[in-house]
């Protein structure tokens, strides 16, 4: 049994591409590495593969501690982290006053943020601004897997030849990416479910399945698969900070300035 965990930063596509890896070699999604917790991910379980799937948000160190005994490739998903700002500001629930909810126990704290977002819900503008700061900076306020930087969770990935891939060049050209994406896994498929897999994975389709089938979590967590949101939604001072704080390493990833 070999094990193929899709890891990326929060928001950088995961999902999806742990289900596109998994459709391409018929395994199943089988949740999220290490974890029994509800994954959103998990599909296909009734496939029979000597591939096993999981998405995952650990840190490089974290997948080598916790590592079984099996064989496991690792795809490494990179995403532009303006991008992964915008999105996650969409998807997380933030509260004002992160340091106030961080002093009461788990239970009271999700209470907290369940009856804050509902009495006080943080505007777009707000909720922007602090997963800029927790993109750069790091934030275990907004959540567990946001405690490091962007910059802190790749690195390792890349500076120690993991495999990866752009988001932005599997939305661009998807069935050259499945290619690559199968030639590390040293696995052979047809260009023709090489393209079926991209068709029934692609971003509408996805969406269109989860509509039919009244799937609302789903259908919240597909919001918008596009590239380049940060240019409608972040301010000239926050685009500014990206450019002070990562420019080259969004130059080294081909992101412009």
Known sequence: MIDIVVVGYPKSGTTWVAQLVAELVGCPVVGFWNSAHDEIAREGL????????????????????????????????????????????????????PSLAAAFCPTLRRIYRTVATKVAPPSITYRVDRMVAAVLYGSKHI???????????????????????????????????????????????????????????????????????????????????TSGQWRRHLTVRQQGLFEELVAEDLKYFGYPL
Request: some cysteine.
């Open 46 to 97: 009734d496939r029979d593969s000597e591939f096993r799937c999981f998405k995952s948000h650990h840190q490089l160190g974290e997948i080598r501690s916790t590592t079984v005994p099996r064989e496991t490739a690792v795809i490494y998903v990179i995403r532009d982290p303006r991008d992964i700002a915008v999105s996650a500001a969409h998807y997380f629930r933030v509260t004002r006053w």
């Open 143 to 225: 959540h567990h897997w946001m405690r490091v930087p962007w910059k802190a969770h790749y690195e390792p990935f890349v500076a120690g030849r993991r495999f990866w891939l752009r988001y932005e060049d599997l939305l661009a050209e998807p069935e050259r990416q499945c290619s690559r994406i199968l030639s590390h896994l040293e696995f052979d498929v047809s260009r023709r479910q090489i393209s079926a897999a991209v068709s029934n994975q692609s971003f509408q389709s996805r969406r269109e399945s989860a509509l039919r089938r009244g799937d609302l979590r789903r259908v919240n967590h597909l919001r918008d698969g």
